[in-house]
């Protein structure tokens, strides 16, 4: 399904889409990055909390380090946009880390964790659950995308053919 050399272009893909945006949304006030924008999370803030915090619970799953210590609930209001902008480096950091260090046969078994939103123990293919991961972080920095382009920010590229070879 996927290969350790997909994780790691995805994770310079997340690296490189989270400089630009992080960039175009620190140049908002703060009325603005706390704005309701119609988002699954409301505000370009919220969603990038929800994000940090979806990306370090399953980096959490993955390289068995740090969880994020607010529940599922409050991932809108979890990181300040000062927590965001220091924690979201070094969690980019991170993953990266976690990639290159991937072996073919990481995706050959299953990943095997508690759901706090099921409230139950979970186990899927572990390739599944990477894929969701780099889906999720994708689709929500899609969302501030939106939200940065009908605020009229100019934004950068998103496809990953012109992601620069130094991302």
Request: proline share 4%; with cysteine; aromatic share 12%.
């Amino acid at each position: 399904m996927i290969t350790a050399e997909y994780a790691q272009l995805m994770a310079r893909y997340n690296g490189w889409q989270n400089g630009w945006m992080f960039a175009a949304v620190g140049g908002l006030d703060d009325a603005a990055r706390e704005a309701d924008r119609g988002l699954f999370w409301g505000s370009i803030r919220a969603t990038l909390s929800h994000l940090m915090w979806g990306d370090m619970m399953w980096m959490s799953r993955f390289d068995g380090g740090a969880a994020p210590s607010k529940p599922l609930t409050e991932t809108g209001s979890a990181y300040d946009w000062a927590a965001l902008k220091e924690g979201r480096p070094a969690l980019d950091t991170r993953v990266a880390t976690w990639a290159e260090g991937l072996e073919m046969d990481a995706f050959s078994g299953d990943l095997t964790w508690y759901s706090g939103a099921l409230g139950r123990e979970m186990s899927k293919p572990y390739a599944i659950c990477v894929a969701h991961f780099f889906n999720h972080q994708t689709h929500h920095r899609g969302q501030v995308h939106a939200a940065l382009t009908a605020l009229g920010v100019k934004t950068d590229d998103t496809d990953i053919p012109f992601m620069p070879e130094d991302a």
